[in-house]
């Protein structure tokens, strides 16, 4: 019940500017090190998986370094070969060279098996990693409260679940293998190289300071730049989110030139973090190459003497010679990996940021609609109320007294907080102050979820997502039979409407539900909601997208609707309301008057004025 509670709900996430909930552009890393930790933190699930892949490229490694090891055996071989001949002594041993290629070839096979087998295992881990991950941010989203939404882009949440956990699942799948091979590599290739020469070992070390201090400077001055580049991502996509989105304004009114201006604005900082990113980090692998063969040169020249000197065989200087470009051609990977690593993590703490974005942090439940027959008895008792994310105060102290089965209506000037008043009743926000009562029971004791079962609500903004029209319409209750689903349209007056349409009831509505108009639109919101069955409706402008004949329909079927069922209607065209058994009259926040339509005539004040004057208008 929980899940068909939410989908009652008819508006959609606004699109508004970035506020206290979202991350400033070009902000460095606030804390590199606790992210790297809560990074590992979310992987360690799969740490056994993880252990086998560190000992399957270890193994490889370490067969991979016997290589230099195999092939210093068959050049000393020839060499030994080429001296017995010119000695007359004998010839190459070629018996023992093909013993040494076969050792060569085996090791070499064996080593390449156990990488491909690491890489289907790390592939396997990383892509289950994203998938949590995306898994984690949709759960955190129904998680969060609506303020939260009032404050942050559409396009930067978006941007976090698909730019952010693509940049994780690609670099870590890069970084994971690349940086356990490369240390491995390191540190196998240093045990070699001293088992063939201490001393030229120690022409090699002289050059890892400077390694370390390159990386460390280039790190340092990129990974800023690398986190701006995300967050000017999702700022781009937010960007095109909401021109697209309302493409039809743009044109109407001609704002493709203004529109264009403002997404160069954002495109622009894009590209001068990405150029600066890609050019600080590229800074490293050439000056990690040059570093790499300053140490080749110096191996050379000492190793050339010591050969002709004949402290070391022509396999040994070969040998080594190769262990020493290995050794140099780590260090630069662990230089590039370092730099997807810094991206990784940049993306991982925009993801981390918002999984740890404050949840709506309820008490446990103490009743359930459950243990109770929801009868539809409301009272607003002395109820104040302010934005979460500003200090004015919206609805500064309303009460009210609604009996079960009465039809309310809720009229007013714009901004007078009609609309935030049925939402602090499904609590989509919390009050400051007083209390709402549901049968006597206050609304903070249920479970939030628990509680929107017993509502249906369709607001102005309509919405409809991808899939038939039976499918829309029975979100109002995913266990509804197609026949109630017809039932449901039949009494939204949508019935005839829909068995025109190509396809009928199995009609695909479009990504925009741009294929159908908003009254249409407005039709199947509304048999969604007569679908829910809710004991308490609300109806926020329900038939504002509709012409007058079809209002006049709407209007016969909830009237039959709402018998029985406490309504809440919000109107701005005041003679759709006349039957109501209450009116209540807002502004500012407060109740001014309340009463039914003859009653408020009869006092010829605020709501009197309010009616006669659309008729004023209209004439």
Request: one cysteine or more; aromatic letters at 8%.
């Amino acid at each position: 019940m929980a899940q068909a509670s939410e989908i009652k709900v008819q508006a959609r996430p606004q699109r508004m500017g970035r506020g206290p909930g979202s991350i400033m552009m070009g902000e460095k890393a606030k804390d590199f090190k606790g992210t790297t930790k809560r990074f590992l933190k979310f992987v360690a699930p799969y740490k056994y998986k993880l252990l086998l892949v560190v000992f399957l490229i270890v193994a490889a490694t370490l067969l991979q370094l016997l290589g230099p090891k195999i092939l210093a055996q068959a050049t000393d071989t020839v060499a030994e070969g080429v001296k017995n001949i010119a000695a007359g002594k004998g010839g190459i041993d070629f018996e023992r060279i093909g013993h040494i290629a076969l050792m060569g070839i085996a090791v070499f096979g064996t080593g390449l098996l156990l990488q491909y087998i690491q890489g289907f295992i790390i592939a396997g881990v990383t892509a289950k990693i994203a998938f949590n991950l995306r898994e984690s941010i949709e759960n955190k989203i129904n998680r969060l409260p609506i303020s939260f939404f009032n404050t942050t882009s559409l396009g930067d949440v978006l941007s976090r679940i698909t730019n952010d956990v693509d940049t994780i699942n690609q670099n870590l799948n890069r970084t994971m293998a690349q940086a356990i091979e490369s240390i491995v590599m390191v540190l196998g290739v240093f045990v070699m190289m001293l088992t063939i020469s201490v001393r030229l070992t120690l022409v090699i070390l002289v050059t890892l300071p400077l390694s370390g201090l390159v990386m460390a400077v280039v790190m340092k001055a990129s990974q800023k730049h690398f986190f701006a580049h995300q967050n000017y991502l999702g700022a781009v996509n937010g960007r095109v989110e909401e021109i697209y989105g309302g493409h039809v304004a743009v044109k109407a009114f001609n704002g493709e030139d203004d529109a264009l201006e403002a997404f160069d604005k954002d495109n622009d900082k894009l590209y001068e973090a990405a150029w600066k990113s890609n050019f600080i980090s590229g800074l490293m692998r050439p000056f990690m190459v040059l570093i790499g063969n300053i140490g080749y040169v110096l191996v050379v020249i000492f190793g050339a003497r010591m050969t002709l000197s004949g402290s070391m065989t022509i396999g040994g200087i070969q040998a080594f010679i190769m262990y020493a470009r290995n050794f140099t051609q780590p260090i630069s990977q662990i230089a590039q990996i370092s730099n997807q690593f810094q991206m990784l993590i940049a993306a991982y703490e925009r993801v981390d940021i918002f999984l740890n974005a404050e949840e709506i942090n309820d008490p446990e439940p103490t009743i359930s609609t459950k243990d109770i027959d929801i009868k539809g008895d409301i009272k607003f008792d002395h109820v104040r109320f302010g934005y979460e994310d500003t200090d004015e105060i919206v609805i500064k102290d309303f009460s009210a007294d609604i009996k079960a089965g009465q039809k309310v209506a809720i009229v007013g000037p714009t901004g007078a907080g009609k609309t935030t008043l049925v939402k602090l009743l499904m609590r989509f926000h919390d009050l400051k102050d007083g209390a709402i009562y549901v049968d006597g029971h206050n609304i903070t004791e249920f479970d939030r979820s628990d509680l929107r079962t017993e509502f249906g609500m369709v607001l102005q903004d309509t919405w409809l997502y991808r899939a038939s029209i039976r499918d829309n319409i029975r979100y109002g209750e995913l266990t509804a039979t197609d026949e109630q689903v017809v039932a449901a349209a039949k009494a939204a007056q949508v019935h005839h409407f829909i068995k025109t349409l190509p396809g009928g009831y199995d009609m695909e509505i479009n990504e925009e539900a741009s294929n159908i108009s908003a009254g249409q639109k407005q039709l199947l919101t509304i048999a969604r909601a007569i679908l829910s069955n809710a004991k308490v409706l609300i109806l926020d402008e329900a038939t504002s997208s509709v012409d007058t004949r079809t209002e006049v329909l709407i209007q016969e079927a909830m009237d039959n609707l709402m018998k029985g069922r406490t309504s809440f209607i919000i109107a701005h065209r005041l003679s759709t309301i006349k039957n109501a058994d209450l009116i209540l009259c807002l502004d500012d926040g407060d109740i001014v008057e309340q009463g039914t339509h003859d009653e408020l005539m009869a006092k010829n004040g605020f709501y009197a004025n309010l009616y006669n004057s659309q008729f004023e208008n209209a004439g």
